[in-house]
């Protein structure tokens, strides 16, 4: 059974930054596509940031890029999102996903397997 869970959200203010985990169990994840989106209230899920299987790769949405990075710890089986230079408009629930999806598809949220709860991220400006 695959389970992921997020943590590390929280109130911060403008400008601030914070690190987001996703502990993974029933996947490896350096054989799966790993990604974070996210969803304030009232809009569709949006992709953040994802990283190939191999870790050959990385890919943000371009209203993150240069301030967000993701990456993987193996060892732990996990999935960090940290996020620097944050805005009020990064608010919203965050979620780490799992998918087999080809790399042209990475963006899209109807191709993920499997979601975690989502972590809270409030910025306040």
């Known amino acids: 059974q695959v389970q992921l869970v997020e943590s590390g959200g929280e109130l911060v203010q403008t400008g601030g930054s914070l690190r987001l985990s996703c502990a993974a169990s029933?996947?490896?994840?350096?054989?799966?596509?790993m990604a974070w989106f996210r969803q304030a209230p009232g809009k569709e899920r949006e992709f953040v940031a994802a990283i190939r299987w191999s870790g050959s790769s990385t890919h943000y949405a371009d209203s993150v890029k240069g301030r967000f990075a993701i990456s993987r710890d193996n060892a732990k089986n996990t999935v960090y999102l940290q996020m620097n230079s944050l805005k009020p408009e990064d608010t919203a629930v965050y979620y780490c996903?799992?998918?087999?999806?080809?790399?042209?598809?990475?963006?899209?949220?109807?191709?993920?397997?499997?979601w975690g709860q989502g972590t809270q991220v409030t910025v306040s400006s």
């Open positions: 029933g996947l490896t994840v350096s054989r799966t596509n």
């Open positions: 996903g799992s998918t087999n999806a080809v790399l042209s598809a990475i963006r899209s949220a109807n191709m993920y397997n499997h």
